[in-house]
């Protein structure tokens, strides 16, 4: 238990502080972009970001350096997976929010609000709360239908909601990173299922729908955190993330993989994932206009053509 708890710690820091360096590389790319347009905004017709402008988010150094820490937490988080119940290592995984709040008042010169701050507090306590009520992982293994399912669902959120935030414009800030972080979560699934892991088997792994759920998930999740991190407030766009990457595999733990809590201490375990996820909901609620509040231009429609 106890080296779980480290790993999904340990993966937590490596995303909140990633995400933060995405946020700073995603934001600079898009200044870069609006001066190179005269003073417009790098969006389509519609008010989302370009695809262009999300390429070029993605090469800048800033943003490199925070990719490289997103792949170090996924394989310190796809250990907390394997090692820990996922309603346990997911919320942990999640609490990067924590990281990134603290991190984007150093980086991007945010202040954030009492509302943030006390909904931040909360989330820490909620953690604690799992951590001392979580009982041994479940299954590591589900039916082959369940996988071929994890991989079409996966695969329907990423590709419509790709089409989605590109014209919900500076709203889809929170949209976009809860569709991230079902991304994320069905990445969390596919891991715990995966054949072929242990022991290793090769061919096994490269036959499971699961492992390809996986890809779907990471690099599709990867890309509408960055246009949440492009067109809205990086704590709001992250909280939300934390939601779609806590909620979905914690009830998919406990349901079909046979997690559990402590025994006599499943109350506890309940109110703390109910209380984590609120508190996440709170700073999106309360960050959620951060950007105008701090200093960072939004996003401005333009006008079709």
Known sequence: MFIGLATAVAASVCYGTGSVLQAVGARRSAREEAA???????????????????????????????TVLDFVGFMLGALAARLLPLFLSQTI??????ITALLSVRLLGLRLKGMEWASIGVLCGALVMLAVAAGPEGEHHAARAVHWWLLAVTVLL???????????GRGAAVVAGLLSGLGFGALGVGVR?????????????????AL???LVGGLGGM???TVALQVGSVNAATAALVVGETVVPGVVGV???GDSARAGLGWLAAF??????????????????????????????????
Do not use: M
């Not at 995984?93 to 924590?98: E, G, P, Q, R």
């Open 158 to 168: 990423i590709a419509g909601g790709g089409l989605l935030v590109r014209r919900l």
């Open 223 to 225: 890309y509408l955190h």
């Open 93 to 98: 995984i999640s609490a990067n929010l924590v």
């Open 193 to 209: 299922v995966l054949d072929g892991v242990e022991p290793f088997d090769l061919v096994r792994l490269l036959a499971d729908p």
């Open 36 to 66: 190179r347009a005269g003073g417009a905004s790098a969006v389509t017709q519609h008010g989302g970001p370009s695809l262009a402008s999300t390429a070029k988010a993605a090469v800048t150094w800033e943003f490199i350096l925070g």
């Open 255 to 257: 349901l079909w993989l």
């Open 212 to 214: 390809y759920a996986i």
């Open 272 to 305: 703390g994932f109910v209380l984590a996820v609120a508190s996440a909901v709170g700073v999106a609620w309360f960050g959620e206009d951060e950007g105008a509040l701090h200093g960072v231009e939004p996003q401005q429609e333009t006008a079709p053509a």
